[in-house]
Nanobody
């Protein structure tokens, strides 16, 4: 069973930056995704990167501001978040998909494509 552990996050001001990292317990040739869930809201997809790491996808709400990357030697996935907004405040989760490719879907139902989840890391953006 692949285990996923997130790190990073914290508090930032609007317009600032934060970086999240995700460590995978073993080499896993799977697509990896980042999700977020704000209080009272459904979990939504943020970004996905395919197994090779040459294709990345983003939800419209973060496109142009967030960048996902992965290092298959170090078994890590990162999410660089720039130009943060208060509406980015949420618990962020890293997850490993069952497939090697990303579906490109980021709605709440897309979470079903992922089978190994981290515990989450909090991101808070103040205005």
């Amino acid at each position: 069973q692949v285990q996923v552990v997130e790190s990073g996050g914290g508090l930032a001001q609007a317009g600032g930056s934060l970086s999240l990292s995700c460590t995978i317990s073993e080499f896993s040739f799977r697509a990896m995704g980042w999700f977020r869930q704000a209080p009272g809201k459904e979990r939504e997809g943020v970004s996905c990167i395919n197994a090779i790491g040459d294709m990345a996808y983003y939800a419209d709400s973060v496109k142009g501001r967030f960048t996902i990357s992965r290092d298959n030697v170090k078994n890590t996935v990162s999410l660089q978040m720039n130009s943060l907004k208060p509406e980015d405040t949420a618990m962020y989760y890293c997850a490993a998909a069952e497939r090697t490719y990303c579906s490109g879907s980021f709605g709440p139902s897309s979470a079903a494509e992922y089978k190994a989840w981290g515990q989450g890391t909090q991101v808070t953006v103040s205005s």
